[in-house]
């Protein structure tokens, strides 16, 4: 089913606290990506990775943070500097061909 | 950088019936242009791309065409049915064979009647 694996699926944040989604994949691709969905605007991209520790900032970094430490896994923490966390969001990946695949999303909410 | 706007926001076409949905690029440089579907609750899938050095391409029911001096590009779904109803997203990239990012539109909201 596509060897992205998002969790959780569902996940609920206090106000002011920090929370970490996980994207895992087994598909050996290099490149990493964020998306936030909201309702209107679409994907937007946070950040991405195309190799082992490097990432960079995508159109809407602030408040969110990653790290690329295994080829495998690139966790997106979003801190409590993110005044407006409540959105699905995206975990995608790439390799040589432009195509991108992607995880089944997580759907965070401030409660 | 890359901006991608995505026209019509909803659209609702009667099984059968052909849909179309346009969007604009703004960075020339842009030469991959893949279109994604995603039904309620799941993930965005590929269903049709083309790249720059390509007019027109089909797949069944589905084209998609490309005018680059125009600088935009549109999907074409005919003989609409059920199944087809999802939010389609555009997107545009500057793909050189390594990874690079990709600017998406807003999608639209397609609607298949019976």
């Known amino acids: 089913d596509g060897g992205i694996t998002q969790s959780p699926k569902y996940l609920f944040r206090k106000e002011g606290q920090n929370v970490t989604l996980s994207c895992e994949q087994n598909l050996n691709h290099d490149a990493m990506y964020w998306y936030r969905q909201d309702p209107g605007q679409g994907l937007r991209l946070i950040y991405y990775s195309q190799i082992v520790n490097d990432f960079q900032k995508g159109d809407i970094a602030e408040g969110y943070s990653v790290s690329r430490e295994k080829k495998e896994s690139f966790p997106l923490t979003v801190t409590s500097a993110q005044k407006n966390p409540t959105a699905f969001y995206l975990c995608?990946?790439?390799?040589?061909?432009?195509?991108?695949?992607f995880g089944q999303g997580t759907r965070l909410t401030v409660v | 950088g890359e901006n991608v706007e995505q026209h019509p926001s909803t659209l609702s076409v009667q099984e059968g019936d052909s849909a179309v949905i346009k969007c604009t690029y703004s960075d020339s440089a842009s030469n991959y242009f893949p279109w994604y579907k995603q039904e309620l609750g799941k993930r965005p899938q590929l269903i049709i791309d083309i790249r720059s050095n390509v007019g027109e391409k089909k797949d069944q029911r589905i084209a998609v065409t490309l005018n680059k001096t125009a600088k935009h590009f549109s999907l074409h779904i005919t003989e609409t049915q059920p199944e087809d109803s999802a939010v389609y997203f555009c997107?545009?990239?500057?793909?050189?064979?390594?990874?690079?990012?990709?600017?998406f539109g807003t999608g639209t909201r397609l609607q298949v009647t019976l």
């Open positions: 997107a545009a990239s500057f793909d050189t064979g390594t990874a690079s990012k990709l600017t």
């Open positions: 995608a990946t790439r390799t040589g061909r432009p195509e991108a695949f």
